[in-house]
Nanobody, 126 residues
Framework: QVQLVESGGGLVQPGGTLTLSCAAS????????IGWFRQAPGKGREGVSC????????YYGDSVKGRFTISRDNAKKTFYLQMNSLKAEDTAVYYC???????????????????WGQGTQVTVSS
C-alpha cells in the first residue's frame, strides 16, 4: 500500500523553526522527485519546494526562498522540509508529494505529482 505520512507540524512563534518529515512506504521513493505544497484557509494549493532526483537541484517558491530547505534521506525513505524564520503567512496545511518522474515539474504544478500525504497543520502565531 502506497503511503506518504507527514509529521512535525504544530504551533510555532513568528521567527521560529519547524521541520516537517514525510515518510514513504509501499513504493521506491528514490526514483522520484519530491515536493512540498501548502494550502492556507480560503486559498488554493501553493507549491513550496521540489527536489530533483536527477540533478539534486532544489527549487523553491518565491515566498519561501532563503528560509525553507528541502532534503531527503533515501535510506530512511523520508524527506524533509526545514522551515526557518517562520511568518504568520506561512500558516497552512502542508502536504508532501512525489512527482511522476525523477525531475521536478514547475513549482506548483500539482497535477504533475503522483502520490500525496494527508497533510499536517503548521500554525505560526504568537
Amino acid at each position: 500500500q502506497v503511503q506518504l505520512v507527514e509529521s512535525g507540524g504544530g504551533l510555532v512563534q513568528p521567527g521560529g523553526t519547524l521541520t516537517l518529515s514525510c515518510a514513504a512506504s509501499g513504493f521506491t521513493l528514490d526514483t522520484y522527485a519530491i515536493g512540498w505544497f501548502r494550502q492556507a484557509p480560503g486559498k488554493g494549493r501553493e507549491g513550496v519546494s521540489c527536489l530533483s532526483r536527477t540533478s539534486g537541484r532544489a527549487y523553491y517558491g518565491d515566498s519561501v526562498k532563503g528560509r525553507f530547505t528541502i532534503s531527503r534521506d533515501n535510506a530512511k525513505k523520508t524527506f524533509y522540509l526545514q522551515m526557518n524564520s517562520l511568518k504568520a503567512e506561512d500558516t497552512a496545511v502542508y502536504y508532501c508529494a512525489t512527482a511522476r518522474g525523477a525531475s521536478c515539474p514547475p513549482v506548483g504544478a500539482s497535477l504533475d505529482y503522483k502520490y500525496w500525504g494527508q497533510g499536517t497543520q503548521v500554525t505560526v502565531s504568537s
